[in-house]
């Protein structure tokens, strides 16, 4: 495989349920990224890791849970959530360092709808 | 990173020139331009990006003015795979991300 890849691609859950979005990476860049775009919504950052290190939260509730076990992985685990979270989440990595170029690459998706 | 301004709609006749606006008057030296786009429930696609002279690939032209306050993406001849959302988006290279705004929804008509 080739990317990002994304899975599931769609998720229906409920408000006590937990789950998880995973994000796998082929590229070998080393910086990964949460985004969450709502209906007829700008994408917003939730999420920036670089190196495995969490260096960006934008003020994301706590009940999503990011983890990025290594370079090439990038988790969000879902607790509790509220039907307002119900949204396209996506992934993407790039390069940073010497090597940033600015470019994100972007993976398919997840579309989650929260009852 | 600067604030950027698009027009939310435009249309484009099929085998046409689509020329897609962008001002971001507030756009500092080091601060690059970059173009996506974003095909409906789909991830965005990178297209192109520059910092002060024009640029050229396979699926587009960027053409910066020299003041570096606005910019055009010119998608040459335009399919009706080229509809979707495209955003304008200026940063610098030290950023951990890009921000996205909302960007003009291209229509591209048979």
């Known amino acids: 495989e080739t990317g990002v890849t994304q899975t599931p691609r769609h998720l229906v859950m409920g408000m006590t349920n937990k789950k998880s979005l995973k994000c796998e990476q082929h590229?070998?860049?080393?910086?990964m990224y949460w985004y969450k775009q709502s209906a007829k919504k700008p994408l917003e950052l939730m999420f920036v890791y670089s190196l495995e290190e969490r260096v960006e939260n934008n003020s994301v509730p706590s009940r999503f849970s990011p983890e990025c076990p290594n370079s090439s992985h990038l988790f969000l685990h879902l607790h509790t959530l509220q039907p307002e979270d119900s949204a396209l989440y996506l992934c993407?990595?790039?390069?940073?360092?010497?090597?940033?170029?600015?470019?994100?690459?972007f993976g398919e998706g997840s579309r989650l709808t929260v009852l | 990173d600067a604030k950027t301004t698009q027009p939310p709609s435009m249309d484009c006749a099929e085998g046409r020139a689509a020329n897609l606006p962008c001002n971001h008057s507030?756009?500092?030296?080091?601060?690059?331009v970059y173009w996506y786009r974003q095909i409906h429930s789909q991830g965005p696609q990178y297209i192109i990006h520059?910092?002060?002279n024009n640029e050229t690939n396979e699926m587009a032209s960027l053409i910066i003015t020299e003041d570096r306050k606005s910019s055009t993406l010119i998608l040459p001849h335009a399919t009706l795979r080229d509809t979707a959302v495209y955003y304008c988006i200026v940063s610098s290279h030290s950023g951990y991300a890009l921000n996205f705004g909302k960007g003009t929804s291209l229509l591209v008509t048979p």
């Open positions: 993407a990595s790039s390069h940073l360092g010497a090597a940033n170029t600015g470019e994100l690459f």
């Open positions: 507030t756009t500092s030296g080091n601060e690059y």
């Open positions: 520059g910092l002060k």
């Open positions: 590229l070998g860049h080393n910086a």
